[in-house]
Protein backbone atom coordinates (compact mmCIF):
# COMPACT_ATOMS: atom_id res chain seq x y z
CA UNK A 1 0.00 0.00 0.00
CA UNK A 2 2.72 2.15 0.63
CA UNK A 3 4.49 1.60 -2.06
CA UNK A 4 1.26 2.17 -4.18
CA UNK A 5 0.96 5.72 -2.40
CA UNK A 6 4.38 6.80 -3.04
CA UNK A 7 3.99 5.39 -7.13
CA UNK A 8 0.95 7.52 -7.50
CA UNK A 9 2.89 10.89 -5.57
CA UNK A 10 5.40 10.38 -8.07
CA UNK A 11 3.10 10.43 -11.02
CA UNK A 12 1.49 13.31 -9.71
CA UNK A 13 4.20 15.35 -9.73
CA UNK A 14 5.56 14.44 -12.66
CA UNK A 15 2.14 15.11 -14.49
CA UNK A 16 2.37 18.87 -13.00
CA UNK A 17 6.36 19.18 -14.48
CA UNK A 18 4.83 18.23 -17.76
CA UNK A 19 2.11 20.17 -17.49
CA UNK A 20 4.38 23.26 -16.46
CA UNK A 21 6.65 22.26 -19.32
CA UNK A 22 3.80 22.20 -21.99
CA UNK A 23 2.69 25.89 -20.91
CA UNK A 24 6.24 27.17 -21.20
CA UNK A 25 6.26 25.56 -24.22
CA UNK A 26 3.40 27.19 -25.08
CA UNK A 27 4.63 30.60 -23.88
CA UNK A 28 7.24 30.43 -25.88
CA UNK A 29 5.45 29.68 -29.17
CA UNK A 30 3.35 32.53 -28.21
CA UNK A 31 6.04 34.71 -27.66
CA UNK A 32 7.90 33.64 -30.94
CA UNK A 33 4.37 34.16 -32.70
CA UNK A 34 3.87 37.49 -31.38
CA UNK A 35 7.38 38.58 -32.39
CA UNK A 36 7.18 36.82 -35.40
CA UNK A 37 3.92 38.80 -36.41
CA UNK A 38 4.76 42.23 -34.86
CA UNK A 39 8.51 42.17 -36.96
CA UNK A 40 5.97 41.24 -39.93
CA UNK A 41 3.79 44.68 -39.46
CA UNK A 42 6.42 46.41 -39.09
CA UNK A 43 8.59 45.39 -42.44
CA UNK A 44 5.17 46.15 -43.89
CA UNK A 45 5.05 49.54 -42.74
CA UNK A 46 8.60 50.06 -43.69
CA UNK A 47 7.83 49.28 -47.16
CA UNK A 48 4.47 51.20 -47.22
CA UNK A 49 6.54 54.29 -45.96
CA UNK A 50 9.18 53.22 -48.79
CA UNK A 51 7.32 53.06 -51.26
CA UNK A 52 5.22 56.32 -50.47
CA UNK A 53 8.63 57.88 -49.86
CA UNK A 54 9.60 56.77 -53.19
CA UNK A 55 6.26 57.88 -54.94
CA UNK A 56 6.88 60.88 -53.57
CA UNK A 57 10.38 61.33 -55.17
CA UNK A 58 9.20 60.15 -57.82
CA UNK A 59 6.43 63.03 -57.89
CA UNK A 60 9.31 65.49 -57.32
CA UNK A 61 11.24 64.50 -59.88
CA UNK A 62 8.27 64.70 -62.34
CA UNK A 63 7.68 67.87 -61.41
CA UNK A 64 11.69 69.17 -61.31
CA UNK A 65 11.88 67.83 -64.95
CA UNK A 66 8.34 69.28 -65.83
CA UNK A 67 9.92 72.58 -64.09
CA UNK A 68 12.84 71.72 -65.99
CA UNK A 69 11.68 71.37 -69.63
CA UNK A 70 9.55 74.42 -69.11
CA UNK A 71 12.67 76.14 -68.63
CA UNK A 72 14.37 75.16 -71.55
CA UNK A 73 10.92 75.82 -73.72
CA UNK A 74 11.39 79.27 -72.80
CA UNK A 75 15.16 79.76 -72.86
CA UNK A 76 14.80 78.17 -76.56
CA UNK A 77 12.24 81.26 -77.26
CA UNK A 78 15.16 83.47 -76.32
CA UNK A 79 17.78 81.87 -78.32
CA UNK A 80 15.65 81.54 -81.22
CA UNK A 81 14.01 85.42 -81.35
CA UNK A 82 17.51 86.43 -80.40
CA UNK A 83 18.05 88.66 -76.77
CA UNK A 84 17.90 92.18 -78.69
CA UNK A 85 14.34 91.19 -79.72
CA UNK A 86 12.96 90.08 -76.35
CA UNK A 87 14.55 92.70 -74.69
CA UNK A 88 12.59 95.26 -77.05
CA UNK A 89 9.71 93.91 -76.45
CA UNK A 90 10.43 93.85 -72.60
CA UNK A 91 11.23 97.51 -73.05
CA UNK A 92 7.21 97.81 -73.40
CA UNK A 93 5.76 96.67 -70.91
CA UNK A 94 4.92 98.07 -67.35
CA UNK A 95 6.31 97.90 -64.30
CA UNK A 96 4.42 94.61 -63.49
CA UNK A 97 4.26 92.62 -66.36
CA UNK A 98 8.05 93.15 -66.40
CA UNK A 99 8.27 92.18 -62.54
CA UNK A 100 6.21 88.98 -63.69
CA UNK A 101 8.69 88.09 -66.48
CA UNK A 102 11.35 88.06 -63.64
CA UNK A 103 9.86 84.52 -62.84
CA UNK A 104 9.69 82.86 -66.05
CA UNK A 105 12.85 81.03 -66.49
CA UNK A 106 16.59 81.50 -65.47
CA UNK A 107 16.80 83.68 -68.72
CA UNK A 108 14.71 85.31 -69.03
CA UNK A 109 15.32 86.49 -65.11
CA UNK A 110 18.66 87.78 -66.63
CA UNK A 111 17.27 89.90 -69.21
CA UNK A 112 14.12 91.03 -67.17
CA UNK A 113 16.02 92.46 -64.37
CA UNK A 114 18.74 94.88 -66.42
CA UNK A 115 18.99 98.17 -65.31
CA UNK A 116 18.39 99.21 -69.09
CA UNK A 117 14.80 98.41 -68.13
CA UNK A 118 14.24 99.65 -64.72
CA UNK A 119 16.22 102.77 -64.95
CA UNK A 120 13.48 104.68 -67.30
CA UNK A 121 10.67 103.37 -65.13
CA UNK A 122 12.40 104.90 -62.03
CA UNK A 123 12.51 107.86 -63.44
CA UNK A 124 9.15 107.77 -64.74
CA UNK A 125 8.22 106.08 -61.19
CA UNK A 126 9.44 109.02 -59.22
CA UNK A 127 7.89 111.81 -61.38
CA UNK A 128 5.73 114.42 -59.44
CA UNK A 129 6.63 112.64 -56.15
CA UNK A 130 7.49 115.57 -53.27
CA UNK A 131 10.22 112.73 -51.90
CA UNK A 132 12.27 110.32 -52.90
CA UNK A 133 13.53 107.30 -50.43
CA UNK A 134 16.65 107.08 -49.30
CA UNK A 135 17.01 103.47 -49.36
CA UNK A 136 16.07 103.62 -53.24
CA UNK A 137 19.32 105.90 -53.28
CA UNK A 138 21.62 103.52 -51.76
CA UNK A 139 24.94 103.53 -53.82
CA UNK A 140 25.72 100.36 -55.97
CA UNK A 141 21.66 98.98 -55.80
CA UNK A 142 20.55 97.99 -58.87
CA UNK A 143 17.84 99.76 -60.61
CA UNK A 144 15.06 96.82 -59.62
CA UNK A 145 16.03 97.05 -56.05
CA UNK A 146 15.86 100.91 -56.16
CA UNK A 147 12.23 100.61 -57.78
CA UNK A 148 11.61 98.02 -55.24
CA UNK A 149 12.67 100.32 -52.35
CA UNK A 150 10.64 102.95 -53.73
CA UNK A 151 7.21 100.93 -53.63
CA UNK A 152 8.00 99.36 -50.44
CA UNK A 153 8.51 102.65 -48.74
CA UNK A 154 5.93 105.00 -50.16
CA UNK A 155 3.20 102.49 -48.60
CA UNK A 156 4.73 103.34 -45.09
CA UNK A 157 2.63 105.73 -43.06
CA UNK A 158 4.49 104.94 -39.86
CA UNK A 159 6.57 108.47 -39.34
CA UNK A 160 10.08 108.61 -38.33
CA UNK A 161 12.74 110.86 -36.71
CA UNK A 162 14.51 111.31 -39.79
CA UNK A 163 11.37 112.31 -41.56
CA UNK A 164 11.18 115.17 -39.59
CA UNK A 165 14.73 116.10 -39.81
CA UNK A 166 14.96 115.47 -43.19
CA UNK A 167 12.19 117.60 -44.20
CA UNK A 168 11.19 121.63 -44.22
CA UNK A 169 7.56 121.96 -43.47
CA UNK A 170 5.00 124.66 -44.33
CA UNK A 171 3.39 125.43 -41.65
CA UNK A 172 -0.44 126.99 -40.93
CA UNK A 173 -3.47 127.34 -38.37
CA UNK A 174 -6.63 125.21 -39.05
CA UNK A 175 -9.74 127.18 -38.99
CA UNK A 176 -10.70 126.63 -35.93
CA UNK A 177 -7.87 128.01 -34.29
CA UNK A 178 -8.47 132.22 -33.43
CA UNK A 179 -8.46 135.29 -35.17
CA UNK A 180 -5.74 136.32 -33.66
CA UNK A 181 -3.64 133.63 -34.61
CA UNK A 182 -5.02 133.72 -38.37
CA UNK A 183 -4.68 137.50 -38.94
CA UNK A 184 -0.66 136.79 -38.77
CA UNK A 185 -0.76 133.48 -40.82
CA UNK A 186 -0.07 134.16 -44.77
CA UNK A 187 -2.05 131.31 -45.33
CA UNK A 188 -4.99 132.68 -44.00
CA UNK A 189 -4.03 136.70 -45.13
CA UNK A 190 -2.68 135.45 -48.61
CA UNK A 191 -0.04 137.80 -48.07
CA UNK A 192 3.68 136.74 -48.21
CA UNK A 193 5.09 133.42 -48.41
CA UNK A 194 3.93 130.38 -45.74
CA UNK A 195 5.73 130.12 -42.59
CA UNK A 196 7.84 126.94 -42.10
CA UNK A 197 8.87 125.12 -39.35
CA UNK A 198 12.32 122.50 -38.95
CA UNK A 199 12.77 119.81 -37.03
CA UNK A 200 16.17 119.00 -35.66
CA UNK A 201 18.17 115.70 -34.32
CA UNK A 202 18.37 116.89 -30.74
CA UNK A 203 15.02 116.72 -30.18
CA UNK A 204 14.51 120.67 -31.22
CA UNK A 205 12.01 122.95 -33.58
CA UNK A 206 12.93 126.52 -34.76
CA UNK A 207 11.25 128.22 -37.43
CA UNK A 208 12.15 131.16 -39.84
CA UNK A 209 13.80 134.47 -37.89
CA UNK A 210 11.08 136.81 -39.55
CA UNK A 211 8.25 134.45 -38.21
CA UNK A 212 5.96 136.90 -36.30
CA UNK A 213 4.13 133.58 -34.62
CA UNK A 214 7.11 132.03 -33.59
CA UNK A 215 8.36 134.68 -30.71
CA UNK A 216 11.37 132.71 -29.90
CA UNK A 217 10.39 130.70 -27.95
CA UNK A 218 11.85 126.79 -26.69
CA UNK A 219 9.99 123.88 -28.86
CA UNK A 220 10.45 119.86 -28.45
CA UNK A 221 8.67 117.43 -30.51
CA UNK A 222 8.64 113.45 -29.98
CA UNK A 223 7.27 111.07 -31.72
CA UNK A 224 4.81 108.37 -30.31
CA UNK A 225 4.29 104.72 -31.49
CA UNK A 226 1.94 102.42 -30.08
CA UNK A 227 2.15 98.64 -30.70
CA UNK A 228 -0.75 95.99 -30.33
CA UNK A 229 -0.10 92.01 -30.92
CA UNK A 230 2.83 93.14 -32.91
CA UNK A 231 1.38 95.54 -35.67
CA UNK A 232 1.67 99.79 -35.24
CA UNK A 233 -1.82 100.89 -34.13
CA UNK A 234 -0.98 104.55 -32.95
CA UNK A 235 1.98 107.02 -34.71
CA UNK A 236 1.41 110.45 -33.83
CA UNK A 237 3.89 113.72 -33.22
CA UNK A 238 3.79 115.71 -30.30
CA UNK A 239 5.46 119.45 -30.04
CA UNK A 240 5.41 120.96 -26.37
CA UNK A 241 2.26 120.20 -24.83
CA UNK A 242 0.01 120.82 -28.08
CA UNK A 243 -3.04 118.14 -28.85
CA UNK A 244 -0.91 115.81 -30.64
CA UNK A 245 -0.64 115.83 -34.41
CA UNK A 246 -1.76 112.99 -36.31
CA UNK A 247 0.13 111.56 -39.43
CA UNK A 248 -1.13 111.23 -42.81
CA UNK A 249 0.66 110.29 -46.42
CA UNK A 250 -0.37 111.99 -49.18
CA UNK A 251 -0.71 110.42 -52.69
CA UNK A 252 2.54 112.30 -54.02
CA UNK A 253 4.30 110.61 -50.79
CA UNK A 254 4.66 113.59 -48.73
CA UNK A 255 3.69 113.59 -44.99
CA UNK A 256 0.39 116.17 -43.30
CA UNK A 257 0.58 116.03 -39.83
CA UNK A 258 -2.60 118.11 -38.41
CA UNK A 259 -4.40 118.72 -34.99
CA UNK A 260 -7.42 120.98 -34.18
CA UNK A 261 -5.36 124.01 -34.51
CA UNK A 262 -2.60 123.37 -36.54
CA UNK A 263 -1.23 122.06 -39.52
CA UNK A 264 1.88 120.58 -40.81
CA UNK A 265 3.20 119.49 -45.13
CA UNK A 266 6.18 118.15 -45.96
CA UNK A 267 8.18 120.68 -48.33
CA UNK A 268 8.31 118.90 -51.97
CA UNK A 269 12.52 117.78 -51.87
CA UNK A 270 12.91 114.87 -54.66
CA UNK A 271 15.77 116.78 -56.35
CA UNK A 272 17.57 115.89 -53.17
CA UNK A 273 21.07 114.18 -53.39
CA UNK A 274 20.79 111.33 -51.53
CA UNK A 275 17.16 110.65 -50.73
CA UNK A 276 15.20 111.72 -47.80
CA UNK A 277 13.68 109.06 -44.91
CA UNK A 278 15.11 106.35 -42.94
CA UNK A 279 17.59 103.87 -44.25
CA UNK A 280 16.44 100.65 -43.43
Keep these: MARSSMLRAVDSINGEKKMKLNMKDNNTI?????????????????????????????????????????????DLMVSKLGEDIVMKIMEKLDARSLARSLLVSRSWFSLASSDSLWSPLCKQLWIGKAHIPRWSKVPGLSKLACFSRAVIDSKRTRIMRDDLWDHSWEFHFTEAAPDYWKNLDPYWGGVGPPMHRYFHPDGSQTADPEDKVWGGHECAYTIVTGYADGKVRRNYVRINRWPHLNVSRRDDWGWEMSNVIFAYSSVPDADKEGGTGPLF
Design 30 to 74: FIRMTMTTTTTMTLEKQHQRRGLWREETERGSKQEEEDEDEDDDD
